[in-house]
Nanobody
Framework: QVQLVESGGGLVQAGGSLRLSCAASGDTFRSYHMGWFRQAPGKEREFVAAVNWSGGSTTYADSVKGRFTISRDNAKNTGHLQMNSLKPEDTAVYYC??????????????????WGQGTQVTVSS
């Protein structure tokens, strides 16, 4: 229903910052909760952060709390993940995902049905 495309990944030194973007198309973006996930080689996909349909409620994994900020602009059909104080263990492919309303579990990374292609984030030590 909705198509998602991530951008903004790259190579940064530890302590640096990146801002990831997620462009949505094909459906009304405000009809979806949005989340960010990441997956490192040989590891399972990990929930990072999520924001509800309006942008008024957010939640974060403990590993990124205080360093990452999730946001969205429904008028521009975009979501963002601001990543500060990056660590080598943040290295992964980052994916944005959407969960169409009505839904449950979005705060815990459950029930996301639509996924982007991913963007690589590499943090050097």
């Amino acid at each position: 229903q909705v198509q998602l495309v991530e951008s903004g990944g790259g190579l940064v030194q530890a302590g640096g910052s990146l801002r990831l973007s997620c462009a949505a198309s094909g459906d009304t973006f405000r009809s979806y909760h949005m989340g960010w996930f990441r997956q490192a080689p040989g590891k399972e996909r990990e929930f990072v952060a999520a924001v509800n349909w309006s942008g008024g409620s957010t939640t974060y994994a403990d590993s990124v709390k205080g360093r990452f900020t999730i946001s969205r602009d429904n008028a521009k059909n975009t979501g963002h993940l601001q990543m500060n104080s990056l660590k080598p263990e943040d290295t992964a492919v980052y994916y944005c995902a959407a969960d169409r309303l009505p839904s449950s579990g979005w705060r815990t990374g459950v029930g996301y049905d639509y996924w982007g292609q991913g963007t690589q984030v590499t943090v050097s030590s």
